[in-house]
């Protein structure tokens, strides 16, 4: 019997009061419409809908063993899986972090849907993937609000944009009430425009901006968490690290203060510790959790920061390491998809080193980011998630991102993978039989 809830009831409830705030129940039904559904009456949950891009990928392949066995599947029936992770919605072609991203997200499938979690200036948590990010996120600098950012935009006599790639505009700026009235865009700018326009047109041409309207709405933690238990999804939000540490500790008393806060949130929200997968980039954030909030600890996901092209570069961890993080009760760890892959002499992608000593030291593994690169001209061109193949000798279209998610989940042993686009993950899945 599949689970039937009234949506616009349950945001209803979680939206915080507030003269300014814009509730999600106002216009959540938008998605729905067209579907059989009105806005007030029940929907069904749990019909999945992966639409045309699977299959699409799935055709593109190389003949042989793998497209065989993908080509079996392209009738269905397709359902959620928790191997499928909704990465801030569905980001490839929704405005991350809001609510219309978080519905398609679990309409591909997605088990587990994310929500990065940052703070307001009056100490409400909300999702947005960094504290300072509004200005590529949302439309402020083209409203009031434009003024209160960090680093406003500023204009010469001329009423020209000078200072695009300085703007900074942050959460911990804002109010509850004011981060409301913002409206979700595709994250992207262009730092070089003379103009608000401009400057908020920067979304990368493999993207796009036909979901950015009115009716894609920011979304505080305490709604994300009622929208994933309407869809019968579960949750992995992450604790954000501050841009503006001073502003956590004036604003909670410090990290800690910070930290519990994320936990009470789920507390309040109904969420039981099995149906949450809690991340940080934060050792600290983990450990802590592990110590006085053990049942949410149980299944905290420490996220890995490796990247070589960072100033200075960050390393991989080393073995002893990786042994010493499961002795302090770490369970979980998630490096980048690319950490965990490498092409070998014969140009296939096969599982690398650290992915190897990662299981051996007895760590299960979750990994990013499916789904966000442009891979229409292989992994040479695909940027910072395919850096394992430099010369795109394993990945050399879209659709031989297959072979890398097939790689992870039969030899690396995944637990699950984050997607911008949950489908191509669900497809999979269900495919192979993954829960």
Request: overall charge negative.
């Amino acid at each position: 019997m599949r689970k039937e809830v009234n949506l616009a009831m349950a945001l209803a409830i979680a939206t915080t009061a507030g003269a300014a705030t814009v509730s999600v129940a106002d216009d959540y039904d938008h998605f729905d419409r067209g579907h059989g559904d009105q806005y007030g009456q029940k929907r069904t949950v749990g019909e999945v809908q992966l639409g045309p891009r699977p299959f699409y990928l799935v055709q593109g392949m190389d003949e042989g063993k793998l497209k065989d066995r993908l080509m079996q599947c392209q009738d269905g029936p397709f359902s959620r899986t928790d191997f499928s992770i909704g990465h801030r919605g569905a980001a490839l072609q929704f405005p991350e972090h809001s609510d219309v991203a978080y519905m398609v997200g679990a309409r591909m499938g997605a088990g587990i849907v994310e929500c990065d979690v940052t703070f307001t200036k009056d100490g409400e948590l909300v999702c947005r993937h960094s504290e300072c990010d509004l200005q590529a996120t949302t439309n402020i600098v083209a409203t009031d609000l434009a003024g209160a950012c960090t680093v406003p935009p500023a204009f010469d006599d001329a009423g020209n944009l000078v200072n695009g790639s300085d703007i900074q505009c942050c959460t911990s700026d804002l109010t509850l009430a004011e981060f409301k009235t913002l409206q979700a865009k595709m994250d992207g700018s262009d730092p070089d425009a003379t103009t608000v326009e401009g400057f908020l047109n920067g979304t990368p041409s493999w993207r796009t901006n036909l979901y950015t309207t009115p009716r894609s709405h920011v979304v505080t933690f305490k709604e994300s968490i009622a929208i994933n238990k309407a869809n019968g999804v579960k949750h992995t939000p992450e604790l954000k690290s501050a841009t503006h540490q001073d502003r956590v500790d004036g604003i909670f008393g410090g990290q800690e203060q910070y930290a519990q806060k994320f936990i009470d949130e789920l507390k309040a929200g109904g969420v039981s510790p099995k149906d949450a997968w809690i991340q940080s980039f934060n050792l600290d954030d983990i450990l802590y959790w592990i110590l006085n909030e053990p049942a949410f600890g149980k299944q905290a996901v420490y996220l890995d920061s490796i990247d070589p092209t960072a100033e200075p570069p960050v390393a991989r961890l080393s073995f002893d390491e990786l042994k010493a993080l499961r002795k302090q009760g770490v369970r979980i760890f998630a490096p980048p998809m690319w950490a965990l892959l490498a092409v070998n002499d014969a140009d296939e992608v096969v599982p690398s080193d650290y992915a190897s000593d990662i299981k051996h030291a007895g760590l299960d593994i979750i990994t990013w980011t499916f789904e966000r690169s442009d891979l229409r001209y292989g992994a040479s061109k695909a940027g910072w998630y395919y850096q394992f193949d430099p010369d795109g000798k394993a990945i050399k279209t879209d659709s031989d991102m297959y072979k890398a998610l097939d790689v992870l989940a039969k030899r690396v042993k995944i637990l699950g993978i984050f997607s911008d686009w949950p489908a191509t993950v669900t497809y999979y899945a269900n495919c192979m039989g993954l829960k």
